[in-house]
């Protein structure tokens, strides 16, 4: 029987699917490589010697060999290529000197000219929405931009929306010419929460939060939302939506909206060398069924008052107790399946895991099956294994070995 689920057992929820709790399965967010003639545009993390990560750009030649690493700009963590130009996509945030609380945002786009970074776009946002929440700016060919966010931050008329069409002014600063209203049936958000603030009409279960990755085939812009397997694909010369697909087509609004539960679908897409997306899901059953038979852990269930929700104790003894679960779901369903998605088209058809890639998580390492995925295609068309930096693992002694042994490859 399917739990009853309060408002706040809702915002209870949304922290223990931020939390390790969820770890298991939350796959990890990355962009998939773009593609130039033999050569591959990459994101790749570098590790510094203070400890700290730096955001570069890799363009991998068709042989492997790195052939340039770009650093991002500081604050930039994505990046773009389009019309042979390198872009980056970044946020800063002011804050009050006293409270350091947020007072307003700046999001910049920048584009690499001459080995230098200059800004290309700006939006800044004040007022209601202080602290940016989008997820990226991409140029469109027409000289717009298409927006996109992961909380409420494109609006209009008290309605939020996932994505928006932006013009530039001679300041370099965007304005939202309109909101992309057909990604889906209703808008993304509404200010319907306990207490007039924006909550989420799709997929109510993961919190207010809708992440995407963004990837460029051909002349297309592709959206991923990962948590739910659904596709967005954009028309790269004036951000007309031409299609929205689904691996697992129950998992719409409708099903939202009646508050069906549904697993994180997607770990991950790329690019491939012909033009397609391959994207790595779990089962159907795991994606439909998985949360029905293997419900979170809730306060109730264990005899959890409210107020004692965020003690030490309790929150591990629910932690031990949905890791234990989650573990017993991937045990029943260990298998991921791969798809390739015809992006013009829209159609999906299911491939065989492509060489070097696994076909399953082990049995005694249930814990690896989303956390411990980490994959890109090369600039020769094979596929790799990666670490969370975006290193290749290699099958040799050490740690390489040991990753490789968590999964189950094709023989």
Excluded at 357 to 383: C, Q
Aim: aromatic letters at 12%; glycine letters at 8%.
């Amino acid at each position: 029987m399917k739990p009853k689920i309060s408002v706040m057992c809702v915002l209870f929820l949304i922290c223990l699917c931020t939390s390790s709790v969820y770890g298991q399965m939350a796959p990890p967010l990355k962009d998939p490589v773009i593609w130039d003639t033999t050569s591959i545009i990459l994101p790749m993390q570098e590790l510094t010697p203070d400890g700290s990560r730096r955001n570069n750009v890799v363009i991998e030649g068709s042989y492997g060999n790195n052939v340039r690493t770009i650093s991002l700009p500081q604050n930039a963590f994505k990046r773009d290529y389009f019309n042979g130009t390198l872009y980056a996509f970044g946020v800063t945030r002011e804050r009050d000197t006293k409270t350091n609380e947020i007072k307003g945002s700046t999001d910049f786009l920048w584009r690499h000219e001459n080995g230098e970074w200059v800004i290309d776009a700006v939006l800044h946002s004040t007022g209601e929405i202080k602290r940016s929440v989008l997820e990226n700016i991409l140029p469109l060919q027409n000289g717009k931009y298409i927006v996109c966010a992961y909380r409420a931050q494109i609006i209009r008329d008290d309605k939020a929306y996932l994505f928006g069409i932006y013009k530039k002014n001679k300041k370099l600063e965007l304005e939202l010419e309109n909101p992309v209203e057909d990604a889906f049936s209703v808008p993304t958000w509404t200010k319907e929460g306990p207490n007039g603030e924006w909550w989420p009409k799709i997929g109510p279960y993961f919190g207010d939060t809708i992440a995407t990755t963004t990837g460029r085939v051909g002349s297309k812009i592709i959206f991923h939302i990962q948590a739910h397997g659904i596709f967005f694909i954009f028309d790269g010369e004036n951000g007309k939506l031409l299609r929205r697909c689904a691996v697992y087509p129950e998992i719409n609004e409708k099903a939202f909206a009646e508050k069906k539960w549904f697993d994180n679908v997607s770990l991950g897409m790329e690019a491939t060398k012909d033009g397609k997306i391959l994207c790595v899901t779990v089962s159907k059953d795991f994606a439909v069924h998985g949360k029905e038979l293997f419900p979170p852990v809730l306060h109730d269930e264990l005899g959890i008052k409210e107020e004692d929700w965020d003690k030490p104790q309790n929150l591990h003894k629910i932690r031990t107790l949905n890791r234990e679960r989650e573990d017993k779901k991937i045990k029943k369903w260990p298998n991921y399946v791969y798809w390739e998605l015809d992006v013009d088209t829209g159609k999906f058809t299911k491939v065989s895991a492509p060489e070097n890639l696994p076909e399953k998580v082990r049995n005694d390492h249930p814990s690896s099956f989303g956390i411990g995925f980490y994959w890109r295609t090369r600039a020769d068309g094979t596929y790799v294994l990666t670490d969370q930096r975006g290193n290749i693992i290699e099958e040799k002694p050490g740690r390489g070995k040991r990753i490789l042994d968590l999964f189950e490859f094709k023989k």
